[in-house]
């Protein structure tokens, strides 16, 4: 079983809808990390969480430690929201972050 | 504030040549970091680097070399490339004060 797992692995929304991407990780961490990559393209980092919520325009990101859970949503989807979006976390005293395999979004105008 | 910049963005290479990537971050970042990416799975470490003079091995070091030349610069060196290293492979730097990953545009690298 991997140490963090994504899900949907695909999701396929229309414009306008709400989407929720999902990450469970089996480890204790210091630190969530929420990434974007484009097809061809590099990544970037959206959202470092360790506990709470956060909001950048219209991502938001949750994490509860005590489940080992967060999620991505996405409000008001829009095509160049299709990427792939990857959750990170960092194990608690560690500098080595494990990845999930990724959440490969399409959202069709 | 070029951030991460990493080279070749594209590379061939023959089974048994060598070659390295090179990296660089302008800020000032102490941790930098070498993944793989392969079809289906997550980002792996290959190598990372927690300060300058120091390294360390990942989850898939194997046919891999690293030097961590100074603060800004971390290089990947494949000895003896083999056709299983045929793979997109970014470099990434981050630091406890920052509260992001930074990473590289990418190398892809087809060993045939």
């Known amino acids: 079983k991997n140490e963090v797992e994504q899900s949907p692995q695909n999701l396929t929304a229309q414009e306008g809808e709400f989407i929720t991407i999902n990450c469970s990780y089996s480890?204790?961490?210091?630190?969530l990390h929420w990434l974007q990559q484009h097809p061809g393209g590099g990544i970037v980092s959206l959202f470092m969480l360790s506990s709470g919520k956060k909001k950048h325009g219209r991502l938001i990101a949750t994490i509860n430690i005590q489940e080992k859970h967060s999620s991505l949503h996405i409000t008001a989807s829009h095509p160049r929201d299709s990427a792939v979006y990857i959750c990170a976390v960092q194990p608690s005293g560690t500098y080595k972050y494990i990845f999930g395999t990724g959440t490969r979004l399409k959202v069709l105008a | 504030n070029a951030g991460v910049t990493q080279t070749p963005k594209f590379q061939v290479l023959k089974t048994g040549q060598s070659m390295t990537l090179q990296c660089a971050q302008d800020?000032?970042?102490?941790?930098m970091y070498w993944y793989r990416q392969d079809p289906g799975m997550g980002l792996r470490l290959i190598y990372y680097s927690a300060s300058e003079g120091t390294t360390d091995k990942g989850e898939v070091p194997n046919g891999y070399n690293v030097s961590r030349l100074n603060k800004r610069e971390f290089s990947l060196r494949l000895e003896s490339a083999a056709p299983s290293q045929t793979s997109v492979y970014f470099c990434?730097?981050?630091?406890?004060?920052?509260?992001?990953?930074?990473f590289g545009s990418g190398t892809q690298l087809s060993v045939l």
């Open positions: 480890v204790g961490i210091s630190a």
């Open positions: 800020m000032n970042h102490n941790s």
């Open positions: 990434a730097s981050s630091d406890v004060a920052s509260e992001k990953l930074f």
